[in-house]
């Protein structure tokens, strides 16, 4: 079907189909036919033979925008030359024109589109119906209904002229062919013309607007909406294109010197820009004058004028809208350079709010981002979260290679707060295993290593950091520094060394780890802090550097920031000579792991049994941390030690043990009790929890631990109550861990064989992994469960049925 709009070229389609065999008609063809092209000569006849059609028929429907030439089968048939680049930009490619301007190369010069050859054979395909409407309609380069309503065209009229297909749709509206537009109206009337210049501008159709004011030779409004709509990422091209038609006396008035200076910075001339601009702003419009203050404040900025620039910023910022937002974020870019960081988060909220209260979600996400990364870099952890949780909220609906970078962003202020579960979650969420994005697989693992770190398993982190490439230049830094960390970690000085040199560019992280390295002294880290206001860096190394007025700096710094990963640093050991109150010790909690071999972490060092002074001095540790109460003495004195002559003498001398080796008071005593003088975590605990939660990925990461329950072995004639518990607990998770899994996943036999190993006289296990396998199509290894099962039923039967009789 070909197009209704008028000059498409739609004879020449005609005559290629004809010329293939199929029917040309401009009659309505029959449905169910096949074979034909029709030339509808209105809009309603399409409309009324698709109703009729039904969804059976199968047509293909172009429209006059299809049937436009390009810029290169334009210049194929008229010659690759500026008369064909003219004409192309004047015509857009209008099939109706190529022939009348083929006959016109080489005679025609000026104001070709006014010519009169050409304009006798556009004249028949102007419409037969509504010429004087169409004629006004021809005096805007969009029709949009502001537009008609200020052109007097009533709704009949125009619908009429769309019907015939004099009108071309377009986006927002309605237009007339470019060289038909000049052949109805060879002058304009230029105070119509500017109110319909400002009718297009304010519906947002700019470029348009900008056409009726170009084609009315209106230079001083065409410069200043040109001015308020360009910036310097319009690029040097269009600048130039746009600048080219105006006359040279309109160039050297203030909007024109503006544009001017636009195109000399994109042009890689900053300081011709700054001139020009100075120039312009004297006389600009109170529209333009704050786009150019701050166009002027990014040139002296980079200027080295850091005074000057952010004069303009401000100045610019009280416009507000747009404008004073872009003014704001680029006041606060100079502001963090300058090392005035609280100025520049004023700065960032300011942008903020001007961008959504102009709904422009692009920008406000930006100041965001940049918020957040500010909030980061000073160590105000908690703070950067409400910035990033904000940008995940704005782009829920957007694909999740815009939202991966915020998420992992996010899951780094986790890990350094030591939120450990929620760091994990959000490189869940920002699905880097679906991205083609190297750079962000590169950022996710970098984080995943962060963590292996703060769990104590720098081999780990290191494989990861050592598989990290060196195509971004910034990730490669970042991914040298922690492994620098984990190298030193290991205790691999020359490795450590290596990949420090490769992260030097990262300044005063670089600078504390190789503090850290003892390569350099912590004072001058510790300065270089203050001055930078790097919260995280000071309070590492005043924890590292260890002055009792550095430990209470630091103690300080963990307590108004959450660092609580820098309390299971070797350096926290440091902080117990310090302590002040409960809310101190609560930073420091006891770590209690009897879930496979027995540990126990507290401030940042870790003893296993064999570490601990005494088998007993431990078992009474254990017995208090797992209790989770405080405990009579004389009861734990006659438990631990019946046979001494003084067993209250050997409680306090498995105290005094105790204090030695932890460095601390851990027990405390009153009133005839004693009790833990910290809080514990233990991961008995944590699984009772995961119990009662029926929580499936946790249960399989403390069951792990544990593997078949052999628990507290290493204590087992002194914790005898406390393992059968533990045991009790395990197999009941085991249990429950079994019954999570779906019914025919591999996880759900491993569950079943877990806890079969656990318990070999568990027959429901055994009858359910019998199932499975026959699930899965495996009748012979179902077939040998339940010969193990019927085996062990059989052993059974004589004890149950003892039993029943006694």
């Not at 401009?26 to 059609?53: I, K, L, N």
């Not at 022939?99 to 190369?105: I, M, S, W």
């Not at 880290?525 to 001055?531: F, I, L, M, P, T």
């Not at 998770?733 to 079969?756: F, K, M, N, T, Y």
Request: proline share 6%.
């Amino acid at each position: 079907m070909a197009p209704v709009e008028v000059g498409a070229g739609q004879p020449e389609l005609l005559a290629w189909a004809q010329a293939r065999g199929w029917r040309p008609t401009r009659a309505a063809p029959v449905h169910g036919t096949r074979g034909w092209v029709w030339w509808p000569r209105y809009r309603s006849e399409v409309q009324a033979w698709a109703a009729g059609a039904g969804h059976a028929a199968k047509v293909l429907i172009l429209s006059g925008d299809e049937l436009l030439l390009d810029a290169g089968e334009w210049a194929a048939a008229l010659g690759d030359s500026d008369w064909g680049r003219v004409t192309f930009a004047q015509s857009s490619g209008w099939p109706a024109a190529l022939d009348p301007v083929r006959g016109l190369a080489g005679r025609a010069a000026g104001d070709w589109a006014a010519h009169p050859q050409l304009q006798a054979a556009l004249a028949p395909l102007l419409p037969d119906v509504e010429q004087d409407n169409y004629a006004q309609l021809a005096r805007t380069p969009l029709v949009t209904p502001p537009v008609q309503a200020l052109l007097g065209v009533d709704g009949a009229a125009l619908a009429t002229l769309a019907d015939g297909g004099w009108l071309w749709p377009a986006p927002g509206g309605w237009r007339v062919p470019a060289l038909l537009r000049r052949l109805l109206v060879p002058a304009l009337d230029v105070t119509l013309s500017a109110q319909v210049a400002a009718a297009l501008s304010s519906a947002g159709h700019v470029g348009e607007a900008l056409d009726a004011l170009r084609e009315a030779q209106l230079w001083e409004a065409y410069l200043d909406l040109l001015a308020q709509e360009s910036r310097v990422g319009t690029g040097a091209d269009a600048l130039r294109e746009a600048l080219h038609p105006v006359p040279p006396h309109w160039r050297e008035q203030p909007a024109g010197l503006y544009l001017a200076g636009l195109l000399a910075r994109a042009s890689r001339d900053p300081e011709r820009a700054g001139a020009l601009y100075t120039r312009a702003l004297p006389g600009l419009s109170s529209a333009t004058r704050p786009l150019a203050l701050n166009a002027r404040g990014v040139v002296r900025a980079l200027q080295g004028q850091p005074d000057s620039a952010l004069e303009d910023f401000a100045e610019a910022a009280q416009t507000g809208g747009l404008i004073g937002g872009e003014a704001e974020h680029n006041r606060a870019t100079l502001l963090i350079q300058l090392g005035r960081h609280a100025e520049a988060e004023v700065a960032l909220a300011h942008a903020v709010a001007a961008f959504r209260g102009a709904g422009d979600l692009r920008r406000e996400v930006r100041s965001l981002e940049t918020l957040g990364n500010l909030q980061f870099g000073r160590g105000l952890l908690q703070e950067a979260q409400g910035p990033y949780i904000q940008v995940l909220h704005l782009l829920a609906q957007a694909p999740p290679q815009d939202t991966a970078l915020t998420h992992i962003n996010l899951a780094e202020t986790y890990a350094l707060l030591g939120e450990t579960a929620q760091a994990r979650a959000e490189l869940q969420r920002a699905q880097v295993d679906i991205l083609a994005a190297d750079d962000l697989s590169g950022w996710a693992t970098r984080i995943h290593a962060l963590l292996f770190l703060q769990a104590g398993q720098p081999t780990e982190a290191r494989r990861l950091l050592e598989g990290i490439g060196e195509a971004n230049p910034t990730l490669h830094a970042e991914a040298a520094l922690l492994l620098a960390r984990a190298c030193r970690e290991l205790g691999d000085v020359e490795a450590a060394g290596r990949a420090l040199n490769a992260a030097r560019s990262l300044g005063l992280r670089a600078a504390l780890e190789e503090a850290l390295q003892g390569m350099a002294p912590l004072d001058e880290v510790v300065e270089a802090s203050r001055r930078e206001d790097a919260r995280l860096e000071l309070a590492t190394a005043l924890l590292y550097r260890a002055a009792p007025t550095d430990l209470t700096a630091a103690l300080d710094l963990i307590h108004t920031h959450g660092y609580r990963p820098l309390l299971d640093s070797p350096a926290a050991h440091h902080l117990l000579g310090v302590l002040r109150d409960d809310a101190d010790r609560a930073l420091l909690p006891l770590r209690l792991q009897v879930l496979g071999p027995l540990r126990l972490s507290h401030a940042g060092r870790t003893w296993g049994a064999g570490d601990l002074p005494a088998r007993k001095s431990a078992a009474l540790l254990v017995a208090l941390a797992l209790s989770g109460r405080s405990l009579p003495r004389e009861q734990l004195a006659e438990r631990f030690w019946p046979d001494a002559k003084n067993p209250l003498a050997s409680l306090q001398t498995a105290i005094y043990h105790l204090r030695s080796t932890f460095g601390v008071n851990l027990v405390s005593s009153a009133r005839g009790r004693l009790t833990l003088a910290f809080a514990v975590h233990s991961d008995l605990r944590e699984l009772q929890v995961a119990l009662k939660t029926r929580d499936p990925e946790r249960l399989a990461e403390l069951l792990g631990r544990a593997g078949v329950p052999a628990v507290l072995t290493d204590l087992a004639a002194e914790l005898g109550e406390e393992a059968e518990y533990a045991s009790r607990l395990i197999h009941d998770a085991l249990q429950v861990h079994a019954e999570v899994q779906p019914p025919q996943s591999l996880a759900r036999r491993d569950a079943l064989r877990a806890l079969i190993s656990a318990d070999p006289l568990h027959l429901e296990a055994r009858a359910q992994l019998a199932d499975w396998h026959m699930h899965q199509g495996d009748p012979e290894s179902a077939q040998q469960e339940r010969w193990r099962l019927e085996s062990l039923q059989a052993e059974l039967e004589p004890l149950t049925r003892e039993g029943g009789e006694t």
